[in-house]
């Protein structure tokens, strides 16, 4: 269900996740206001009628008339942002968030927030590899999955209004895991794919690669362009589950290169029939 | 330069990629014929105007009118094709092929054939993760990359006539590498992305992974979806290299793990950095 429209929604952190919120947001009528760092980024979005009115400064009346706060914040920057600011969000205000990883945050914030402030983690799994306002674009949603990340603290009431967000956003499929859950998927499903991706363009400083590359190449490397601020932070927050994962990754690579050294065809084949036979699941749907 | 439009080709073996030559041969008014194993494949192709005519048998006449003849077989079918066949090629012929490793062919196949028959090899770089003619398309080589691979034995005029066939096909960029300058390269940008890929599928058996995920690993799964016939064949045919370009990233991946273990942000970072810079140059150019 979409969430009702008379719900006053402000963003904190104007990048390319809180301006594509806000975007969507906004064209569908809902009242839209920013908290960010830039002027430049308020004075961009209430030009291109993402936001209705924003601010670079901590506006306590954007706070207090804000029925549900979206934080699009590094880890760090988010929990350090509550400590300051949290107590003057206003009783019966919803609080919700983008961040990558969970279990090192959740709980935190949960504990620092005033009484009647609810926080319900989601992870939209959407992107790309630009950032800013600018490059704000609400057709990322489309199709994409929404992870909703609750804890013992949160209500029923408020884990179904977080879902509706992702819905009204346009996402897919709407789930719900648990902190600890969440950051095992997230390290094998995004941080390992990232880890891959950044060790491929670092093993081989052969020149002109470009011009012999096929689309596989191009693909597999696409997430090699990646902001390595919020990235080597999303590491280090996942340090012990990533490198689990990576371990698994390097026991399955390991296996198909002990294939090869010993010229085994049929193993060779077993794993590439039951990597054929997962993958076809991760085919995106059509709407 | 485009090749002359008298010139008759015959492609053999009218699957994925010598559907798609006919198809856009046929489409620019080249006159075209198929040999292929199976008469559904000849009789779709001439229904769907994909050739002017073709046959199931070894069809001496189609191997005596043709200017350029096009294989697109298995490696090891390839050679074996030759070795049966080869004696019906007539002089003056030029042939060419679609081959994935080049090494382990080509001298050989040069020495088979007849006097006056010259073997100028190819690789289109451009593919689809589906197979048969009935999924030719030629729009998979726009803007893709197209590598000529001539040995000593080839004419100046046969290597320049084999990239004007891949400009009439519509690739972006012609470039030309020997044998095994072009194994080093698809070993690195081609083979191991996809042991990447299967290794990454193979690695984690969690169930309803395809709820949780985002972009990054469906694009990088997404050739994990693999002709595992063709591909063990291909990594086979290429060992000692394709095991040479895993150490080296397998090297980058610990050396990664490390950072992360180690919480070695700096490094972690100068990796993504480095990443980042090289992974600039491989973005498609917009035709």
Not at 40 to 62: Q, R
Not at 257 to 264: A, F, V, W
Request: hydrophobic residues 40%; negative net charge; charged residues 25%.
């Amino acid at each position: 269900m979409k969430i009702d429209k008379s719900k006053k929604i402000l963003i904190v952190g104007l990048g390319l996740l809180g301006g594509s919120y806000a975007k969507s947001l906004t064209k569908q009528g809902y009242y839209v206001t920013a908290i960010t760092l830039e002027q430049a980024s308020v004075d961009y979005a209430v030009e291109h009628n993402i936001i209705t009115k924003g601010s670079a400064f901590v506006d306590e009346a954007l706070i207090a008339e804000a029925d549900i706060i979206v934080f699009a914040l590094y880890p760090h920057v988010f929990v350090e942002w509550i400590k300051e600011n949290g107590h003057l969000i206003t009783p019966k205000t919803v609080i919700t968030d983008v961040t990558g990883v969970k279990e090192c945050i959740v709980y935190e914030i949960q504990s620092l927030l005033p009484d009647g402030v609810e926080f319900i983690s989601a992870h939209p799994m959407a992107g790309r590899e630009t950032s800013g306002v600018e490059n704000a674009d609400d057709g990322m949603f489309k199709n994409a999955n929404y992870i909703v990340v609750p804890t013992e603290k949160n209500s029923l009431d408020t884990i179904e209004l977080c879902g509706d967000l992702g819905e009204t956003l346009g996402f897919r499929e709407i789930s719900v895991l648990s902190p600890e859950k969440h950051d095992q998927m997230i390290a094998f499903l995004s941080q390992l794919t990232h880890c891959i991706a950044v060790s491929l363009m670092c093993a081989c400083d052969a020149p002109d690669l470009e011009r012999y590359t096929g689309d596989s190449f191009r693909d597999l490397t696409r997430i090699a362009n990646i902001n390595d601020e919020m990235w080597s932070e999303l590491f280090l927050s996942n340090k012990q589950t990533l490198l689990q994962e990576m371990d698994k990754y390097r026991n399955a690579f390991d296996k198909l290169y002990d294939s090869i050294n010993n010229g085994n065809r049929e193993e060779l084949r077993r794993m590439m029939q039951l990597s054929t036979a997962r993958r076809k699941k991760f085919n995106k749907k059509k709407s």
